[in-house]
Nanobody, 123 residues
Framework: QVQLVESGGGLVQPGGSLRLSCAAS????????MGWFRQAPGKERELVAA????????WYADSVKGRFTISRDNAKNTVSLQMNSLKPEDTAVYYC????????????????WGQGTQVTVSS
């Protein structure tokens, strides 16, 4: 069992930055693929970024490549998402998730979810 708690969301102007953090409790954090998803009103939940067990591999949605960076610290059981050059279309609820499957991008293959944190990009 893994519990995930996100933090760091908020309101930011276009072009600004935010850093989301996810703290995990439970066992074997380093054996999970960790992902950040987002869901905007009326849209499906989508993968934003994911990282493999030791952080050696990362995957990004095309829409965030070059702007967002995912990282993990297995010693602290945390995963972070640095978001730069934010755009209004990045507005959504962002979720941290953990999967036993390596490198998966599909929400239904993630086993544990946080409660979500709102990110709003607006002037």
């Amino acid at each position: 069992q893994v519990q995930l708690v996100e933090s760091g969301g908020g309101l930011v102007q276009p072009g600004g930055s935010l850093r989301l953090s996810c703290a995990a409790s439970g066992r074997s954090f380093s054996s999970y693929t960790m992902g950040w998803f987002r869901q905007a009103p009326g849209k499906e939940r989508e993968l934003v970024a994911a990282t493999g067990w030791s952080g050696e591999s990362t995957w990004y949605a095309d829409s965030v490549k070059g702007r967002f960076t995912i990282s993990r610290d297995n010693a602290k059981n945390t995963v972070s998402l640095q978001m730069n050059s934010l755009k209004p279309e990045d507005t959504a609820v962002y979720y941290c998730a953990a999967s036993r499957r390596y490198g998966t991008r599909w929400p239904h293959q993630y086993d544990y979810w946080g409660q979500g944190t709102q990110v709003t990009v607006s002037s």
